[in-house]
């Protein structure tokens, strides 16, 4: 998984504060969704459960993990928040790294899910929001490749 692991340069971590590293076979042909979203932004608040919902329904039958890129002011926010997410999320300590991946991935606003192929790291979806929010609720199309 060197595509999306190149992204993150080690500071992913999980809910123990493990260190991922996402060469481990585990992570081989997962989708990727990188969630940008901050406890102060009322919709990112209002799109968390429902994102929680859809990952603990579908996340092992679609092969899915999502990293949570915070864009809280504080520490104390992004732990609290982080408190009610069940995946991965990224180091808050890197907030130049954190910004230059929302550039890359053409993040303006929040919430934002984008999907990425964790073994390339190429983009599938940019909108993942909107398809999970109204479009396609039960994953049926997931992960919403462009071309769908």
Same mark, same amino acid.
């Given at each position: ?64 993990? %999502? /990293? ?10 992004? +732990?609290?928040?982080? #408190?009610?997410? =069940? !995946?991965? *999320? ?32 190429? %983009? /599938? ?10 479009? +396609?609720?039960?994953? #049926?199309?997931? =992960? !919403?490749? *462009?071309?769908?």
């Amino acid at each position: 998984m060197a595509g999306v692991a190149k992204y993150f340069e080690g500071h992913v971590y999980n809910k123990f504060n493990e260190q991922i590293d996402f060469n481990n076979p585990k992570y081989k042909g997962k989708i990727i969704g990188l969630y940008f979203s901050a406890y102060w932004c009322s919709p990112c608040c209002g799109f968390t459960p429902t994102l929680t919902d859809f990952y603990k329904t579908y996340g092992k039958e679609k092969n899915f993990e %999502v /990293i949570f890129l915070s864009s809280d002011h504080d520490e104390q926010s992004f +732990d609290d928040y982080y #408190k009610k997410m =069940p !995946w991965l *999320k990224y180091d808050y300590k890197e907030r130049k790294k954190k910004e230059r991946l929302a550039k890359k991935f053409k993040v303006t606003g929040i919430p934002a899910l984008v999907l990425v192929d964790g073994d390339s790291g190429d %983009v /599938i979806c940019s909108d993942a929001i909107d398809q999970i929010h109204d479009e +396609d609720r039960e994953g #049926k199309y997931f =992960p !919403w490749k *462009k071309d769908k």
